[in-house]
């Protein structure tokens, strides 16, 4: 017998074991689960990756139980390598039991490791019922912390996704949701247990209450196109901490570029309401920008983009909801959203227009000001480069979380002529100070000329018109980038969030 036909015997073996594993849960449940719209796991993770390019592990975790779960491994994005791990809802919900938890902090510390992204698929049960305790087995959650800031985290929630299992998805960056998805500490028949509540799975954590409740940042109709903006997301992100984002350096990006267009847009009248997505649509490379978060904190838009082919975070007031005026919500999404970017060295674009914090007996039970400092301690605290843009009003402390501060360490600030700005406007000075029509009216004069005096005492670097504003952003981007003449490292944080 030659050594070809000794291994011939071990090696189909191998080959069964490892059908049984990519068998999943058998035709008929893989079927059912087809039936209801949705990828399995191992076509999610096909559809996330480059073509050919995924290298399972922990194949044979389980044994019988294929895969114990949840599909692992190694792949690309976009030529970047990346971990994945995908719950297997067809083996038993997708389930979490010793291997397959196993699995899991392995997939997160070899991201760490490693230095890659992490993208976890979601849809499965939380930890399976085993009648004992797992002791002081480490659990994934561990890792991923550890792997917080350093390298980009995403989930996915692709289906129910409850207990240990959804726990994965706050602690990541970026998180989104089919609309098959839903996402919960416990589901309805533990709530109708515990609590006698009787709920469905949508109404308890569907993607209406998850987007509501900041849960999850964004959302798409089904599987392939939540897979989709998760490579796009990602496009814009380096590998880790420890690099600089890609640059689309293409023919003309980086080229002058006026914004005319910004004047029919953004009118001198500030009881005229525009939509700031317009703006970027003008500045940024067009029709390249990623919105986070669209449907929550809807007052400041947080957006990923590209100015002259590099990745930048674009953090920007919307006059169409309150004026503009910054909430508990908006304010809270933008903390974390600045602290993402600053992790990843993404260069923040701030684009004010605001009345100030939002005011009123419940903004102050919803704890506007707590979410507002969390908002300013991120933006001041953010070491990677910062400029800002005044368009038309930044008043008191919403223009100060806006990063419209004196030595605030940004690259550049520019404002509007006739910008208004201040501890509050005119009109609202007037009524705070029961002021007569003649002071009210010398009130309205200054508010008109606060951009010119705070010009005069380099309040900020230069009065830009309209048609100046992607070309002198873009300059002063590129100064800051050649600024980076030292290695990129994970940011050291010491401050304590409100």
Known sequence: MTDAQD??????????????????????????HHGKGRLDARARIARLLDPDTFCEFGTLVGGDIAADGIVAGSGRIGGTPVMVGAEDFTTLAGSIGPGGNAKRYRLAELALRNKVPMVMLLEGAGFRPSGEHYGRTPTDLIVQAQCSGKVPTVSAVLGPSAGHGALVAPVCDFTIMSAGGAIFTAGPPV?????????????????????????????????????????????????????YPPTRLADGTADP??????????????????????VLDVVFDRPD????????????????????????????????????????????????????????????????????????????????????????????????????????????????????????????TFAYPGATMGAMSAAAMSRATHAGEDYAEVLKTMELEASYRSAGHLGFDELISPVETRDRLLVALQHGVFSRQAVAEPVSRTFIMP
Not at 18 to 31: C, D, L, N, Q, Y
Not at 258 to 269: A, H, K, M, N, Q
């Open 7 to 32: 291994w011939q015997e071990t090696l189909e073996d191998l080959d069964r074991r490892r059908s049984h594993a990519h068998g999943m849960g058998g035709p008929e449940r893989v079927a059912r």
């Open 191 to 243: 709530v109708k247990e515990s609590t006698g509540e009787e709920i469905s799975k949508e109404n308890l954590g569907g993607p209406g209450v998850a987007l509501a409740s900041g849960v999850i940042h964004n959302d798409a109709e089904d599987d392939e196109t939540v897979i989709d903006d998760i490579r796009r997301y990602l496009s814009y992100f380096p590998s880790s901490a420890w690099s």
């Open 257 to 278: 570029r006026p914004t005319p267009e910004l004047l029919g847009i953004v009118s001198r009248d500030n009881r005229h309401i525009y939509d700031m997505r317009t």
């Open 289 to 412: 920008w990623f919105e986070v978060q669209p449907r929550f904190g809807r007052a400041i838009i947080c957006a990923l983009a590209h100015l002259g082919g590099f990745p930048v975070a674009v953090v920007a007031n919307q006059p169409q909801v309150m004026a503009g005026s910054i909430d508990s919500d908006a304010a809270d999404k933008a903390a974390h959203f600045i602290m993402v970017a600053d992790s990843f060295h993404l260069p923040i674009v701030f684009l004010a227009d605001n009345p100030g914090m939002l005011p009123g007996s419940r903004s102050e039970r919803s704890g506007v000001l707590r979410s507002g400092a969390r908002m300013f301690a991120a933006q001041t605290a953010a070491s990677t480069l910062k400029l800002h843009v005044t368009l038309r009003k930044a008043f008191g402390f919403g223009s100060m979380a806006m990063s419209l501060l004196g030595f605030d360490n940004q690259v550049a």
